[in-house]
């Protein structure tokens, strides 16, 4: 049996799609789960297996955690920090092409700091002009740049808004409208709403979450920053799509699952536990010699009691669990 495909061919990747298929397929998928995670693929697009970063595999999982209790999402820089304030540094991934893009996302709570959602790029890649699509207090948001302009940002509110209580939100872009190029359409909440803001002359690559290694971006002296908080199920798509297409790939997801800040895992894979000593002051009379719990008229290291010199340290029973996580004392 013949299958007949299409081909297409950009940057020197290749890219096919069967002919005659009612759906639409996508050409890079990231899964952003906990199993890409401890395999060090969490910029390897499943498609190709093409690594994303410019770093050797091992180096994948820098700025990024795991979630306790959800394996199907991971959680990028820091879901907030000592200060309250999104992590600055910059997400090191290499340009995605294609004209549509959908994610789920949980962004972390900080009132008043635009996240990066994804940045579109012109002709000439990040010398070249950008559109900035982020998400500022729920809302979704562009930034315009033009070419080695920076103090001469634009910024645009399309009047859309993401869930507002810390849910997860399946989210659809359509990045070109017939030959503009920008943000065409979002399609969120089972709903697609064109906003056309397409000020890009050219359209060459995008990243997601986060600008290029080593670029900034302010506007009105506020500090524009890249993604922090939950994410999963990355997907681009060659051309742009309908909102029939959009509810085919994204209306599977119940956005109401995993009400919460998610919290993360700690290096080590263990959780806090917490070990309670009870001190006491010694019960046993000093003996004739002035010395107490010497192992003459106190304490003989035999009992459950230690001896310090002036109080004991009572341990606890051999059959209590220590904290609440379970585990016996050895």
Known sequence: ????????????????????????????????????????????????????????????????????????????????NDDNYPSDGSVNASGLFGNALTMRIKPGQFPDSSMLLCVLYGQKGRNSEKLMIAVENYQIITYYMARNDKDNVKKAETGIYINDSDQWMSIGFNLRSNTDAGLAGVYVNGEYKEVNILPLQQFDQFWIFGLTDGEEAFYEDATIYPFNGAVCDVQVFKSPLSEEEFSAILDKYDDSEDIGAPLTEFETGGELMKMFINVIMPEVPPDPGGDIGNGNGGDNGNSDNVADGNHDIQRPPDDMNIGGSGTERP
């Not at 005659?20 to 390897?44: Q, S």
């Not at 297996?49 to 306790?68: C, F, H, P, S, W």
């Open 1 to 80: 049996m013949s299958v007949f495909v299409k081909i297409y061919a950009h940057h020197g990747w290749r890219y096919y799609l069967p002919l005659g298929v009612g759906k639409p397929e996508p050409v890079t998928v990231l899964p952003f789960t906990a199993a890409e995670y401890d395999n060090n693929r969490v910029w390897t697009d499943r498609l190709t297996g093409r690594n994303l970063l410019a770093y050797d595999d091992i180096e994948q999982t820098e700025g990024i955690y795991k979630i306790i209790g959800n394996p199907n999402a991971l959680l990028l820089n820091g879901y907030r």
